[in-house]
């Protein structure tokens, strides 16, 4: 089909034979931004649940010990004071009530490397420090339990303290 050009007064009107079809250049990139932009803001929001759900689980994991430590604490007398990290386990199994199991968490050793709570452990892992009392050392008088902090991705800065913690305290081994 020829080009057809009309004349109507003072206007030039040009008239092609075919109509472009598809999307102009422009129009594919500010797509592609768009949906790069909505990307982005699902990735970090992802990102900051998931530290969050971490967290949460490293929490209950610490209440639950505690639990145990202060259910321990009323039937024994005093918290556990083995510092060896199976002796830990054991000592925790002594009642029903303090009962942890063999698989609900892993007491980690002074020896191990690294000796804290890490991203790869934090949810089942936690550094326990049994400690004696500052002026009789007495063994049994208190416990601090350390998690591992998803935000920050450090062991926690302020560990969960149980009865008197400003004595010698020692990680178990």
Do not use: W
């Not at 003072?10 to 092609?16: G, M």
């Not at 998931?50 to 145990?68: E, H, I, M, P, Y």
């Not at 980690?108 to 420090?129: D, M, Q, R, Y």
């Not at 500052?134 to 008088?141: D, E, F, L, S, W």
Request: charged share 10%; net charge positive; proline share 6%.
């Amino acid at each position: 089909m020829p080009i057809s050009i009309s004349n109507k007064g003072h206007l030039l009107i040009v008239k092609f034979p075919f109509r472009t079809k598809g999307f102009t250049i422009v129009e594919l990139l500010i797509v592609v931004v768009i949906i790069a932009i909505l990307a982005a803001i699902t990735i970090i929001g992802y990102t900051g649940l998931q530290a969050r759900a971490n967290n949460s689980a490293a929490d209950t994991l610490v209440n639950n010990v505690a639990k145990k430590m202060h259910a321990y604490y009323t039937l024994a007398g005093a918290y556990p004071s083995n510092t060896a990290a199976g002796a830990l386990v054991n000592s925790l199994n002594t009642y029903s009530e303090s009962r942890v199991g063999t698989a609900t968490f892993t007491a980690i050793p002074s020896t191990a490397t690294p000796n804290t709570p890490s991203a790869a452990n934090g949810k089942t892992s936690l550094k326990v420090e049994l400690c004696t009392a500052p002026v009789t050392n007495t063994p049994g008088a208190g416990v601090r339990l350390t998690k591992y902090d998803y935000s920050t991705k450090a062991p926690a800065s302020t560990p969960l303290s149980l009865g008197v913690t400003s004595g010698t305290c020692t990680q178990t081994s």
